[in-house]
């Protein structure tokens, strides 16, 4: 009561009574979650409006006469009152605001790089994820888009994969560079191999992979983004996933991939973060600060060993709560209203983020010295890290990547040293993890039988040497891939149950409920009951949080 007091004290008398009323301007208001409604009741009295509640500053932004700003500072429960520049600011977005930033450019010394003139010119990542729209800061960016999926436009109908690609190229043209990608002068090449329901499966990652080593040459692609990862559990040496990602590195473009959403339990990175060749890359919490000393490891971040004993992820990058592209109308831009920020960005929480930033990096690298490896890349990387968190941190964390202190260096140590090299001859069921295809009695099938099932051709694909005959043969082109198996209706589902990479917000009961799991889901039209049941969930995309993470 006494707070409701204290705020009809202050409007008693509207400034409108009293003088002539002030042109209106447009405020953004912070209030304390506590507050109640208090600061958008003083709007009103003040003769203004609420124009819009915005999560993301635990506020709302509001038309108030110019004269009554001071007035609605002193109501409480308003933390602070800004002039709503929109995203026309000094600095990065959300800089010191404790909520969702884009100051990651500044954490990483991506902006201080960019100041030597190293902005990714030249540079091609590839992004294998659920596409990269075309427009606001990714317009102009993607040189060539290849749609792996039955939806066949090349869209982001997910909203996953412009976000991602966001993080590594864009040019922050809708912000007046308050939102910029960490080198936004790369170039993007989108492999799509999801549609809107978000799901996929291993295979058609191994068809994105060899679809990037036959066009490397073609578009320049020196960098691929992995922003995924699947719960396998059998070591790299026969993990088949493992083993593409090794002849992709092996033909010259460095592999990142995230280490997963395992919400620091040991033993939780994915693969192909598994394998000891790639860069794996965990999350920090940056905490919208430039400062390294208030960071910390994400809480969603998985860490290792691996399954075959390797210390992973080698480096961190912010990865809670960051800012990026949008992709309106898309699943998540439509399930999490919350995240979004402006007409042309969101905020989302996750490793797959954090590894785009790292994949913005290895370009910056790269255009720096054109000519090195991918072990002489991941070791400038590696080993240039910064310490987060002060004296007090575990010793145990990786440290943040440091773009300027990368692109910079001049050692051409190799890293992977004594690697041994993965031989294959795993099993695919394996790579899935706990989605796996299964039988009728939920046991999961033989290879053979969910080869067979696919019409994937593991002989043929894992062969000496991805030839380009073998890519432009039947085993992709024929009736076997873009029959009626992918594209017919058994294809069209709406879940987003992976578990491989959970994290807080999107393991809950919410996304796990009887809307994914309901009759529609386990009734006939899923090809009978070869398919009954969850076996034809896997899906390799990070849980990622599209809201705020503790």
Not at 512 to 520: C, E, F, I, K, P
Request: aromatic share 8%; net charge negative.
């Amino acid at each position: 009561m006494a707070a409701v007091l204290a705020v009809g004290a202050l409007i008693a008398a509207p400034a409108s009574a009293l003088a002539p009323r002030s042109p209106d301007v447009t405020v953004l208001v912070s209030t304390a979650a506590s507050a109640g409604r208090p600061a958008e009741r003083a709007v009103t009295h003040l003769g203004g409006s609420v124009i819009r509640h915005l999560s993301v500053i635990d506020g709302f932004a509001a038309r108030v006469p110019r004269d009554a700003v001071p007035t609605l500072w002193s109501v409480p429960g308003v933390r602070w009152v800004s002039p709503n520049r929109t995203l026309h600011m000094e600095g990065q977005y959300g800089q010191d605001s404790g909520v969702a930033s884009a100051v990651y450019t500044d954490t990483v010394r991506a902006s201080k790089t960019w100041g030597m003139g190293v902005t990714g010119t030249g540079v091609t990542v590839a992004v294998v994820d659920t596409g990269v729209n075309t427009t606001g800061d990714l317009a102009g960016q993607v040189l060539h888009s290849e749609d792996f999926t039955s939806e066949q436009n090349n869209q982001d109908s997910y909203g996953h994969g412009t976000f991602v690609a966001g993080l590594i190229a864009g040019t922050g043209a809708a912000s007046s560079g308050a939102v910029k990608g960490v080198a936004p002068a790369a170039k993007i090449v989108s492999l799509k191999i999801a549609g809107a329901d978000g799901t996929t499966d291993v295979t058609r990652v191994l068809e994105a992979l060899e679809w990037i080593v036959d066009f490397k040459d073609a578009y320049g692609i020196r960098v691929v983004n992995l922003s995924l990862g699947f719960d396998s559990q059998q070591s790299y040496l026969v993990d088949p996933l493992d083993f593409a990602v090794e002849r992709v590195w092996n033909a010259g473009i460095v592999v990142v991939a995230a280490a997963g959403n395992g919400n620091n339990v040991p033993g939780s990175i994915t693969a192909p973060g598994n394998d000891p060749l790639v860069i794996t890359v965990g999350s920090s919490n940056d905490k919208t600060t430039v400062a390294l000393t208030d960071d910390k490891l994400a809480t969603f971040s998985s860490v290792g060993p691996t399954a075959d004993g390797i210390t992973k992820p080698e480096l961190l990058a912010p990865g809670r709560s960051v800012v990026s592209s949008r992709s309106p109308g898309s699943t998540i831009d439509t399930t999490y209203p919350d995240s979004e920020i402006d007409t042309s960005y969101a905020k989302g929480s996750g490793t797959s983020f954090s590894t785009a930033i790292a994949s913005g990096v290895a370009a910056l690298v790269i255009q720096r010295a054109w000519g090195l490896t991918p072990n002489q890349v991941k070791y400038r990387m590696t080993s240039t890290t910064r310490v987060i968190g002060g004296s007090g941190s575990p010793t145990w964390w990786p440290g943040d990547v440091d773009a300027f202190g990368a692109a910079m260096n001049l050692d051409l140590t190799p890293a992977n040293q004594g690697v041994t090299p993965a031989a294959g001859g795993g099993s695919l069921q394996a790579t899935r993890g706990s989605f796996c295809l299964r039988y009728d009695d939920g046991t999961c099938m033989s290879d053979a039988d969910a080869d067979t099932a696919l019409g994937f051709d593991s002989t043929q694909y894992f062969a000496d040497t991805w030839a380009g005959s073998q890519w432009l043969g039947s085993q992709w082109l024929g009736s076997q891939w873009l029959g009626s198996q992918w594209t017919g209706s058994q294809w069209v589902g709406s879940q987003w149950l992976g578990l491989n990479q959970s994290s807080g917000d999107w393991a809950g009961s919410q996304w796990l409920g009887s809307q994914w799991l309901g009759s529609q889901w386990l009734g006939s039209q899923w090809l009978g009951s070869q398919w009954v049941g969850s076996q034809w969930l896997g899906t390799p995309w990070s849980s990622d949080a599209w809201g705020y993470l503790p």
